[in-house]
């Protein structure tokens, strides 16, 4: 019975036109656009590792934590609603709801992922390895777990009118910072070493794991399941709380 | 427990309360609820046997949402207990043995009318067919259609259906006709009907004494966060002693109808006299002595409308 209400949740997510938008359109269009501008050469000290490359596993990280994030993000207008009041008048449990909506969110991110990494593929010709594919598309996909939770921990704090400065902040701070959308490397060292502590810098990890090698796997999987700890003990917390009060 | 109590509500408290609520499709006891200094909820009990249709009346601010609130689980009281067919709030939630129709409650902006029914069916146990919840609140031909594209009163029959999915024995409904015209209501009530004759037990929350007095088979008023009458519609009514006397009488005045004997106060426009009267076989007599002419007299019992003000109008208590 669970899995019906998951696949509801999942075609209400999916079929919002402002997640198509900005979380699968936006990404392909950029990394369209990024290659025209930059994408010629070689990425240096790399063993001849292209940009489009480096650009297509960079997008597509970038386009799946949006879509997870944001996914988790709108609960603040099922919050705000009323919605998840009627909700705690069936045997969901909160705990319940919060797997599901970050279910929901993890589930998302998958299209924007593999639509750029199609891209890539089809129009920008990209090649890879089986084994690299399988880190860029799937590694990447996992990685953005954390990513759900924070969404729905700005769910619980936003109220439905903040929760688009929330997300466009968070894009900013960890899109920019967190060196998807530039490089890590032009940044200053002090500026470099605030960005290697966000959990969206061990997600570009992954994918550029693949292109340049893996020394630095196990770190970043150990940020991002230590990310996935933190984000999900403040939203059970702040849930609790928030249940209590209502 | 039926007859009408007016009052504090302190006598209805006593160590009998737990026998007299096995059994009950609804029981609460001592039930307190403050925020802050604002006593919201102050010392409910009140015993819903299976079947009744109870009707909870009170301006704003008297403690009713708050009350169904608690009744629900939605919130703790401060103390005392609420338990619907003799389990926890909770409990009797996870059982699917309680639907709802809450005030603030709305749908989803991004999912149609059969889907939302189904999202809520498809997280009970024992849910009845999407179809037929659908079809019991009268909105099986919008299932299609997005929940933004809904009237007011189309949104108030489709929360009913969500309420109604998990085939509960016990609805809450909280202000349900608020978004909903006339004929809407009639529609509303009809489809209610269905439930009750089944023999299911309904409490709602209404500000519209008409549909208390016409669907409820008991009356329950509040008034500052407790219990201030109840009873069926008639004992409620018969709180507030006298009637209302009518008549054309030419050549009234008001000081004139005043002073007529039993009665406590006079309206007179015209022609047209309305009385106040304490005691109305007293006032008919005089008033056909002094005024032969006088016709088209009638004399009514005061209404629910007379008896909720008369019960919940003064302001000693304070309701925020």
């Known amino acids: 019975m669970r899995t019906a209400y998951l696949a509801l949740e999942a075609k209400r997510a999916l079929r919002n036109p402002r997640f198509l938008m900005f979380t699968v359109v936006f990404p392909v269009v950029i990394f369209v656009i990024d290659v025209a501008a930059f994408g010629k050469g070689a990425v240096p000290d ?117 929760m688009q400065v929330f997300t466009s902040g968070l894009m900013i701070v960890l899109g920019f910072l967190g060196g998807i959308l530039i490089p890590v490397q032009v940044f200053p060292s002090w500026l470099s070493h605030i960005s290697m502590v966000l959990p969206s810098y061990w997600l570009s990890q992954i994918g550029q794991g693949a292109l340049f090698g893996n020394d630095n796997l196990g770190k970043a999987i150990l940020w991002l399941a230590a990310w996935t700890v933190v984000f999900a003990f403040l939203v059970v917390r702040r849930y609790q709380r928030d249940s209590a009060r209502v | 427990m039926n007859e009408a109590t007016r009052g504090t509500g302190y006598g209805q408290q006593g160590p009998g309360r737990a026998e007299v609520s096995a059994g009950a499709a609804v029981s609460l006891s001592g039930l307190r609820k403050h925020y802050g200094e604002v006593r919201a909820v102050d010392g409910v009990d009140l015993v819903i046997a299976p079947g009744e249709v109870v009707a909870l009346l009170g301006p704003n601010g008297a403690g009713k949402s708050t009350t169904v609130d608690m009744l629900l689980g939605l919130s703790n009281p401060d103390s005392g207990e609420a338990r619907i067919f003799g389990q926890t709030p909770r409990d009797a939630v996870a059982a699917g043995a309680v639907g709802a129709m809450l005030q ?33 609140a009268n909105v099986e031909d919008l299932s299609g259609r997005m929940c933004t594209k809904l009237s007011g009163g189309q949104k108030q029959r489709v929360r009913f259906a969500v309420a109604l999915v998990c ?46 007095e016409e669907f409820a088979d008991r009356v329950v008023l509040m008034r500052s966060g407790r219990i201030v009458a109840d009873g069926s519609v008639a004992e409620v009514r018969s709180v507030v002693s006298g009637r209302t006397l009518t008549a054309q009488v030419s050549g009234a005045t008001q000081s004139a109808m005043r002073t007529l004997p039993g009665v406590r106060g006079a309206d007179v426009r015209g022609e047209r006299v309305a009385l106040d009267c304490a005691d109305s076989d007293a006032t008919i007599r005089a008033l056909i002595t002094t005024y032969p002419q006088a016709y088209d007299i009638e004399i009514k019992a005061l209404g629910l409308e007379e008896a909720f003000l008369a019960l919940t109008g003064d302001n000693e208590g304070g309701t925020r």
């Open chain 1, 46 to 162: 790399s063993n001849g590792v292209p940009y489009t490359s480096l650009l297509m596993v960079s997008l597509a990280a970038f386009g799946g934590f949006m879509a997870a994030m944001n996914t988790g993000a709108r609960t603040a207008v099922e919050r705000a609603s009323g919605w998840q009041r009627q909700l705690r008048l069936t045997p969901l449990k909160p705990t319940g709801y919060l797997v599901a909506k970050g279910a929901v969110g993890t589930l998302v991110a998958l299209p924007p992922i593999v639509l750029v990494s199609l891209v890539g593929v089809l129009v920008e010709g990209v090649h890879l390895s089986g084994g690299a594919w399988a880190q860029v598309v799937l590694g990447a996909w996992v990685a953005t777990i954390p990513f759900a939770v924070l969404g729905l921990l700005v769910g619980q704090l936003a109220t439905a009118e903040t």
């Open chain 2, 167 to 212: 085939d509960p024995h016990l609805l809450v409904l909280d202000e349900p006709t608020s978004a909903m015209d006339v004929g809407t209501r009639r529609e509303f009530w009809q489809s209610m009907k269905e439930f009750t004759e089944a023999g299911k037990t309904v409490l709602f929350a209404t500000h519209y004494l008409d549909e208390a």
């Open chain 2, 104 to 136: 603030e409650g709305s749908l989803l902006d991004d999912a149609t009318v059969g889907e939302t029914v189904a999202m809520i069916a498809s997280l009970h146990r024992k849910p009845m067919p999407v179809a037929e919840a659908l079809r019991r």
